[in-house]
DNA sequence: CCGTATTATGTCAGAACTGACATAATACGC
DNA sequence: GCGTATTATGTCAGTTCTGACATAATACGG
């Protein structure tokens, strides 16, 4: 179950217009795809960080283990703003969250 | 209409329960509304920068003037996930995300 | 192995977000 | 002032996201 780029773009009704402009909208959605990824990885990291389960991230967050899985699959059902919330939750700041949209992923493109 | 934390929260059913978990959480969302305040600034100077109107903008991304409009005024209505497409859609790497989420906002708390 | 703790995957009703539209408010040149 | 270009605000039906639940898979000590 991975949507990506194709998937997501077929589920809002695509039609391509100009190749230039599926071109760019391609990259614009990798770049989303890819800072929800860098963020999910950071969710992870600072969870296992704090020795905390998903389960206790979850009840925090008044969310679900499920949900918090998720999140950390990069699952094309979470939102930028949920992996954010569970970032402060966790306690990052601001600047840990720059830090980890900056940062490359291990081995991505 | 500025639904704020307060009324943010009582849309989610709020009910109040330690202090302390009501404090931490407030400190989490502020962190996060304080974030969506940076990038919807970010979005309105790269628009603006580009000379782009917000109906320019809104059909690049396949959306509407009036929603560009309440992204900029950081209307608790429009998500991150919404915000970063903008950002991005404006040609902003992920090294400008960034840098706007750490830039604090000229004189707010 | 077996228990059990943790994490992963699938599903779905309800809540939140979205694009679109209408229309009002502002800005700016003439 | 008047036209008009741009931006702001309100509303709403349709789509997406969410929490919760069930259950499967994996990890790990005994």
Redesign the interface.
């Known amino acids: 179950m991975k949507h990506t780029k194709r998937v997501r773009l077929e589920a809002h009704g695509w039609r391509v217009g100009s190749a230039q402009e599926f071109l760019d909208l391609s990259?614009?959605e990798a770049?989303?795809v890819?800072?929800k990824l860098?963020l999910s990885r950071a969710v992870r990291e600072r969870r296992a960080t704090l020795s905390q389960s998903q389960a206790a991230l979850a009840k925090r967050l008044k969310s679900s283990q499920s949900r918090v899985a998720k999140m950390e699959a990069a699952d094309p059902t979470v939102?930028?703003?949920l992996l954010?919330?569970a970032l402060?939750?966790l306690g990052a700041?601001?600047?840990d969250?720059?830090?980890a949209?900056?940062t490359p992923l291990p081995s991505a493109a």
């Open positions: 990259a614009e770049a989303l890819e800072t860098r939102s930028v703003d954010l919330k402060f939750a700041t601001p600047r969250v720059a830090t949209i900056r």
